[in-house]
């Protein structure tokens, strides 16, 4: 699968570059971030399958001191990892989630590829 890049060049001819599109990658599609809990939710493509069950959706969900990584498929929800803030370092919510989401636990890892015009605080520490 591919991705076309276009563009228009100074002499105003169309520049076309074809670019390897990820083969896995995450797309914000909810996002929450005005209140605790802090609910970021992202479509994976492919599908990620745990326990014999395929999971199209993964929540991060930010407490104060804390993060869950929760899959989700419809109605179902699944909490896998569980990260605490002493773990964080001075990374951004949105580091915290493109390394989220990158673990190899996730059959090596997803790319984040739309976060989809979301507000994702990347400022200043996530603690």
């Known amino acids: 699968m591919a991705q076309r890049e276009i563009s228009l060049k100074k002499d105003e001819t169309l520049l076309v570059k074809w670019m390897a599109e990820p ?5 914000l599609v909810r996002a929450v971030s005005d209140r605790f809990p802090r609910n970021y939710v992202f479509d994976l493509h492919p599908a ?3 326990d014999r069950t395929q999971y199209a959706q993964i929540e991060i969900e930010f407490q ?13 929800k699944e909490r896998v990892r569980s990260v ?3 773990f964080w370092g ?5 580091q915290l989630l493109v390394s989220e989401l990158a673990e190899p636990f996730y059959a090596d890892g997803y790319e984040i ?5 979301f507000a994702v605080p990347d400022d200043h520490p996530a603690n």
């Open 23 to 27: 083969f896995r990658y995450a797309r």
């Open 48 to 50: 990620f399958e745990y």
């Open 64 to 76: 104060r001191d804390y993060y869950d990584a929760n899959l989700m498929n419809g109605a179902e």
């Open 84 to 86: 605490g803030a002493s």
């Open 90 to 94: 001075g990374k951004t919510v949105k």
């Open 113 to 117: 590829v739309d976060w989809g015009g």
